[in-house]
């Protein structure tokens, strides 16, 4: 038994060593072999920053831009039509009646085949979400709210 902690002991030094070295994948894939030539990646900066361990400045990218993970979370759906053009309006303009009551609120007004929705908000508890549908039915305005299950974006 001891042979065997001694030889995961020392794979997981030895992983250790060679993750500290190599920068990421790319950087590993990056070398010169005598006698077999040099391997060398031209990329973009973004694409670095995108596998993994190096920062972009703040110059490089867009720094207005904020990044989103996508997650399981609930929604607040506060109108939901039909595939009319009627309906589409309609979702249009409760979003924008939430933004007066809520700015802060994000609104996502969305056609899932066969209705225009509109729901607010990114939540990724149920109660969060509660709290959200109670102040929007408080309102008075928005009357047929409902929490629904859905993908969300959680702020990097």
């Not at 110059?59 to 053009?85: C, H, L, T, W």
């Not at 009627?86 to 066969?114: H, M």
Request: proline share 4%; aromatic share 10%.
């Amino acid at each position: 038994m001891k042979t065997y902690s001694f030889y995961f002991s020392l794979l997981l030094l030895l992983f250790a060593v060679t993750t500290a070295n190599a920068q990421n994948i790319v950087k590993s894939l990056e070398r010169d072999v005598p006698g077999q030539g040099k391997v060398t990646i031209h990329q973009d900066e973004r694409l670095d920053a995108a596998i993994g361990k190096e920062k972009l400045p703040a110059s490089a990218g867009m720094p207005d831009e904020q990044q989103f993970i996508k997650v399981a979370g609930y929604r607040v759906q506060v109108y939901a039509g039909n595939n009319s053009r009627a309906a589409r309006t309609e979702a249009q303009n409760i979003g924008y009646k939430v933004k007066e009551y809520f700015p802060d609120l994000k609104v996502y007004t969305t056609f899932t085949s066969p209705r225009w929705l509109c729901r607010v908000g990114d939540f990724r508890t149920i109660e969060e979400a509660d709290a959200t549908m109670r102040q929007l039915r408080s309102t008075g305005v928005f009357k047929e709210v409902s929490i629904v299950k859905e993908q969300v974006n959680i702020p990097l």
